[in-house]
């Protein structure tokens, strides 16, 4: 089966600008998880899709991130306007449907602000 | 708050010993603990689950230990080779769908 996708794999964009991460996780996987590591910091959670509905978003950090799952598959996480402190490491990960299931992140996107 | 510990100093063994990584947590009573493998540019890839009213889980030359009295998960790699060495991550999640919570890491080197 394939795995877990995330598109770009690097973005560098200047302070101000707008940047959207794509993932696109495995097909039948209801559960999407956004998640992003700051460098030196673990991987801190950022919000949970079921399906399309938005699960729980309590790792958002501010009103500039907006993370969509149009039809409950793929799902774009925008960052406008990027900050420095935005850079950092963004996964993706899903899991089926069953309680404790294990994540199955993609390899992540690298997102340097300048 | 809740806080998760892991020795985020590297260990360095040598090949063919085992390796014993430790995970502490404060202010958590997770229903479920989990360890995952990330290697540099990779995202990390689950291993091992185990349960709170588990004391003990293997898996070929893993092993898992839980003790909710102490705080404490253990993550031992028997007989380990240069192939295990990467970061290994403790991961703990309550009961449902819930967010799951990572630790830091611990970097492992296996020496030839």
């Known amino acids: 089966e394939a795995g877990v996708t995330q598109f770009p794999s690097h973005s560098v964009i200047e302070k101000g600008q707008t940047v959207t991460l794509r993932c696109d996780p495995i097909?039948?996987?209801?559960?999407l998880y956004w998640y992003r590591r700051v460098m030196g910091k673990e991987i801190k959670f950022l919000l949970h899709?079921?399906?399309?509905?938005?699960?729980?978003e309590s790792g958002m950090p501010n009103n500039r991130f907006l993370a969509e799952r149009t039809g409950g598959t793929y799902s774009t996480l925008k960052v406008q306007p990027a900050e420095l402190e935005d850079s950092g490491v963004y996964f993706c990960?899903?899991?089926?449907?069953?309680?404790?299931?294990?994540?199955?992140f993609g390899n992540g996107t690298r997102l340097t602000v300048t | 708050s809740q806080k998760i510990e892991q020795n985020s100093e590297a260990l360095n063994i040598q090949e063919g010993k085992t390796a014993t990584l430790t995970c502490n947590y404060t202010n958590y009573s997770p229903a479920y603990l989990q360890w995952y493998r990330q290697d540099p540019g990779r995202g990390p890839v689950f291993l091992l689950l185990i349960r709170e009213n588990e004391k003990e889980k293997r898996k070929e030359r893993l092993k898992v230990t839980f003790d909710t009295t102490l705080k404490q998960s253990l993550f031992h790699i028997t007989a380990s080779q240069p192939a295990d060495s990467a970061t290994y991550l403790c991961?703990?999640?309550?009961?449902?769908?819930?967010?799951?919570?990572f630790g830091i890491g611990t970097k492992l080197q296996v020496i030839p």
């Open positions: 991961a703990l999640l309550s009961g449902g769908y819930q967010k799951v919570t």
């Open positions: 990960a899903s899991s089926a449907g069953r309680e404790h299931s294990p994540l199955h």
């Open positions: 899709f079921v399906k399309e509905s938005k699960q729980d």
């Open positions: 097909s039948g996987h209801d559960n």
